[in-house]
Nanobody, 120 residues
Framework: QVQLVESGGGLVQPGGSLRLSCAAS????????MSWYRQASGKERELVAA????????NYADPVKGRFTISRDNARNTVYLQMNSLQPEDTAVYSC?????????????WGQGTQVTVSS
């Protein structure tokens, strides 16, 4: 069965860093575009960063440009989000998302999310 499991969230002080991981299984990871989303309490879920299946192109939401880096290791079926210079407004549940082909249709899969809290 398809599974996306995030890890690495936690409590960090403003200015600190955190690295999130998302381990995938049950599908051909190297054929899927991967992305990270976040949802703060009481707000809409928003795209944070995305990376193509081969890892040759990335894009970022304006609030995280220059601070966050998305990467992937197709040999380990894992996508990462390195978060630096964290601020309180980065506090949210972070989830990974996979989009790609399978069984004559496109599929979208979501992980369960991991909490990131930035506070002093």
């Amino acid at each position: 069965q398809v599974q996306l499991v995030e890890s690495g969230g936690g409590l960090v002080q403003p200015g600190g860093s955190l690295r999130l991981s998302c381990a995938a299984s049950g599908f051909t990871f190297s054929s899927y575009t991967m992305s990270w989303y976040r949802q703060a309490s009481g707000k809409e879920r928003e795209l944070v960063a995305a990376i193509t299946s081969a890892g040759d192109s990335t894009n970022y939401a304006d609030p995280v440009k220059g601070r966050f880096t998305i990467s992937r290791d197709n040999a380990r079926n894992t996508v990462y989000l390195q978060m630096n210079s964290l601020q309180p407004e980065d506090t949210a549940v972070y989830s990974c998302k996979a989009v790609g082909p399978g069984n004559w249709r496109w599929y979208t899969y979501w992980g369960q999310g991991t909490q990131v809290t930035v506070s002093s």
